[in-house]
Nanobody, 115 residues
Framework: QVQLVESGGGLVQPGGSLRLSCAAS????????MYWFRQTPGKEREFVAL????????NYADSVKGRFTISRDDVKATVYLQMNSLKPEDTAVYYC????????WGQGTQVTVSS
């Protein structure tokens, strides 16, 4: 059974930080490119960050570049999203995605940035 389980979301103040985790199981994690997406009500799910199978060349949405860092640990089969300098507009449900031939999605974790 393929599973992607996000954790680490919550409520933080503007300028604060959160570290999201996505624990994978049921597939060969190291062969999958890993992504973070986010979605707010009424809006299309948007790309946030990508880390490829070798973990070497990451990619970020312009809106988060310089503030967010994606990383992966293939031994732990976990991908992370370190989010710094958070803004209210970062408020969303954050989803983990694994892609090779097929794509798998996690259930999402809520991040709320508010005073």
């Amino acid at each position: 059974q393929v599973q992607l389980v996000e954790s680490g979301g919550g409520l933080v103040q503007p300028g604060g930080s959160l570290r999201l985790s996505c624990a994978a199981s049921g597939f060969t994690f190291s062969t999958y490119s890993m992504y973070w997406f986010r979605q707010t009500p009424g809006k299309e799910r948007e790309f946030v960050a990508l880390i490829p199978t070798d973990g070497g060349i990451t990619n970020y949405a312009d809106s988060v570049k310089g503030r967010f860092t994606i990383s992966r640990d293939d031994v732990k089969a976990t991908v992370y999203l370190q989010m710094n300098s958070l803004k209210p507009e970062d408020t969303a449900v954050y989803y983990c995605r694994a892609t090779r031939l097929w794509t798998y999605w996690g259930q999402g974790t809520q991040v709320t940035v508010s005073s």
